[in-house]
T-cell receptor, first 114, second 110 residues
Framework: KAGVTQTPRYLIKTRGQQVTLSCSPI?????VSWYQQTPGQGLQFLFE???????NKGNFPGRFSGRQFSNSRSEMNVSTLELGDSALYLC?????????????FGSGTQLSVL | DAKTTQPPSMDCAEGRAANLPCNHS???????VYWYRQIHSQGPQYIIH???NNETNEMASLIITEDRKSSTLILPHATLRDTAVYYC???????????FGAGTTVTVRA
């Protein structure tokens, strides 16, 4: 069974640009959640989608947005990039709803903003 | 707000057991203790979780104190591939708002 796939693996952007990251969950998983990981802040929750609906949202500005498609694939978008957005962006998928046990993480997209 | 406290680093000899402590003195009754690890350049990997009973799976054992204020992850026979950052977190079921702190950097030496 294929794992969680994130593309691209590495990305370099400049301030002010926007970026779209993609996540393909494990087949059959309907929940996808996104996280930002930085050396200073650790791993922080961005948002979670289930059946194309955003169910949970973290404390990030509106520049961070996401969506989920009918095949459960998800994208996140960051507009007007800032230097502080440089981070490893991770997505995770889960198979159950309400009371899940395991999150399966992808390898992440390393975003560098110059 | 840090819900768990872990030592920043520890070394372990290959083939020996590695005991990773975690303090979570403010844990709520409905919160589970989860352990994840992250190997360099990879996403976090689930290891084990528990509520109040000790748990064991193919990867590790989890010992939770009776008052649930602390726990220990045991890697029974550490290998070089177990070198990673280990995160202890507490979360209620259906709580997606995970946040990992700095974790414990475990280095397994030959």
């Amino acid at each position: 069974k294929a794992g969680v796939t994130q593309t691209p693996r590495y990305l370099i952007k400049t301030r002010g640009q926007q970026v779209t990251l993609s996540c393909s969950p494990i087949s059959g998983h309907r929940s996808v959640s996104w996280y930002q990981q930085t050396p200073g802040q650790g791993l922080q929750f961005l948002f979670e989608y289930f059946s194309e609906t955003q169910r949970n949202k973290g404390n990030f500005p509106g520049r961070f947005s996401g969506r989920q498609f009918s095949n459960s694939r998800s994208e996140m978008n960051v507009s007007t990039l800032e230097l502080g957005d440089s981070a490893l962006y991770l997505c995770a998928s889960s198979s159950t709803t309400g009371g899940f046990e395991k999150l399966f993480f992808g390898s992440g997209t390393q975003l560098s903003v110059l | 707000d840090a819900k768990t406290t872990q030592p920043p680093s520890m070394d372990c000899a290959e083939g020996r057991a590695a005991n990773l402590p975690c303090n979570h003195s403010t844990i709520s009754g409905n919160e589970y203790v989860y352990w994840y690890r992250q190997i360099h350049s990879q996403g976090p990997q689930y290891i084990i979780h528990g509520l109040k009973n000790n748990e064991t799976n193919e990867m590790a054992s989890l010992i939770i104190t009776e008052d649930r204020k602390s726990s220990t992850l045991i890697l029974p026979h550490a290998t070089l591939r177990d070198t990673a950052v280990y995160y202890c977190i507490v979360r209620a079921n259906n709580d997606y708002k995970l946040s990992f702190g700095a974790g414990t950097t475990v280095t397994v030496r030959a």
